[in-house]
């Protein structure tokens, strides 16, 4: 077994524990970042911990000692593991091939891991990987908050609400929330005819403002706050542009963008 007594990880754990394994740091961690209660459901095994997220109930975690003849490994001993869950096959069959890495052991081998928590793999590693299968098993309303910030194209028209005046008084204003963005998004704002084309790069600062109004135009049921961060000029980024050159042919409500056209966008300011 190699000496890992010595780490300097990031994550809070720079000593491999007195007892060899990193069970008791990685009960930490979760418990820190996630509020993780450990379940304990098996009587005749009192130590094995299930990580379970609190709304569904879904496993993202378990802890356990096995028999390291189990996992092919020589030696008659026990040693401490993790299971959890990937979400990418090229990826996990690639994990299992490096040091510490096995098929899920008791799981679908297809898609969990069981890695060794002896010092083999880098704390810092295996807490990476807990929080991929944190996130892979979330429920469709935790991976919403959980996910990265997205880009969004959204629509401005400027026969119901006049935006260049608006960001003339104030860089921070209301705006119709659309489904699916979130604080800390990027929306640009496209300004329909007769400008047709983006004028604002702004940040998502505050969601889920309740807020209700409705009439033949126009249907609202939450606000959010964008803040103005960059300018642009009707030549820069017109809807003829957008259709030819990033395959945009229609800009009705909040919609994701292609990577070219994220690109040109920060590049291309005023």
Request: hydrophobic share 35%; glycine share 6%; aromatic share 12%.
């Amino acid at each position: 077994m190699p000496d890992k007594r010595k780490l300097n990880n990031g994550r809070g754990q720079d000593e491999m524990p007195k007892d060899g394994s990193y069970r008791t740091p990685l009960l930490q961690y979760v418990k820190k970042k996630y509020k993780t209660k450990p379940d304990y459901p098996w009587k005749g095994d009192p130590e094995s911990a299930v990580l379970r997220h609190e709304d569904n109930q879904k496993w993202y975690g378990l802890l356990m000692e096995v028999d390291r003849a189990k996992l092919g490994l020589s030696g008659q001993e026990r040693v401490w593991a993790l299971n959890v869950k990937t979400r990418d096959q090229m990826f996990h069959d690639m994990l299992i091939r490096q040091p510490g890495y096995f098929p899920g052991y008791h799981m679908n081998k297809e898609k969990w891991i069981t890695i060794l928590l002896d010092g083999t793999v880098p704390f810092d590693e295996i807490c990476g990987m807990i929080d991929a299968s944190y996130e892979s098993t979330a429920s469709r309303k935790k991976k919403e908050k959980l996910r990265p910030p997205k880009e969004w194209i959204v629509p401005a028209n400027p026969k119901y609400y006049d935006v260049e005046q608006a960001f003339e008084k104030n860089e921070v204003i209301d705006w119709k929330q659309g489904a699916g963005i979130r604080t800390g998004d990027t929306v640009y704002l496209y300004v329909a005819a007769p400008v047709s084309a983006i004028l604002y790069q702004c940040r998502v600062m505050e969601t889920d403002i309740p807020y209700r109004y409705q009439d033949k135009n126009l249907t609202m049921s939450s606000l959010m706050k964008i803040k103005l961060l960059k300018r642009y000029t009707p030549e820069q980024f017109p809807f003829g542009l957008l259709k030819s050159e990033y395959g945009i042919f229609a800009v009705r409500g909040p919609r994701g963008i292609p990577v070219s056209l994220s690109a040109a966008l920060r590049k291309d300011s005023l």
